[in-house]
């Protein structure tokens, strides 16, 4: 599976802004999909998961309430809208994509990565 994510920009804080993740494959109904995000100087960390079917999603407390993983299994591409964005969200966002595992949170579990896209909020 190849992926490509594509959407981030530069974005006002209480601002919107939506990523997508297109993903090459037939077999791209079978994986879970995720979004991480990197800082500046921080660790990698989850955002945000969807399983296979879209029938659960998971989100990091930090983004909870202000963003939402949708996927659309007919146009191979898992979507991030993010809301009232903060100049903590600031990052580059990876969306990944994994075969099974236990822990939608752990990056360790995933096993395609995207190349990132960056997101800037300002204040």
């Known amino acids: 599976v190849q992926l490509q994510a594509s959407g981030g920009g530069l974005v006002q804080t209480g601002g919107s802004l939506r990523l997508s993740c297109a993903a090459s494959g037939r077999t791209f109904r079978r994986y879970d999909m995720g979004w991480f995000r990197q800082a500046p100087g921080k660790e990698r960390e989850f955002v945000a998961a969807?399983?296979?079917?879209?029938?659960?999603?998971y989100y990091a407390d930090s983004v909870k309430g202000r963003f939402t993983i949708s996927r659309d299994n007919a146009k191979n591409t898992v979507y991030l809208q993010m809301n009232s964005l903060k100049p903590e969200d600031t990052a580059v966002y990876y969306c990944?994509?994994?075969?099974?595992?236990?822990?939608?949170?752990?990056?360790?579990?995933?096993?395609?990565w995207g190349q990132g896209t960056l997101v800037t909020v300002s204040s």
């Open positions: 990944a994509a994994r075969g099974w595992g236990e822990r939608f949170d752990n990056q360790y579990e995933y096993d395609y």
């Open positions: 969807i399983s296979w079917s879209g029938t659960s999603t």
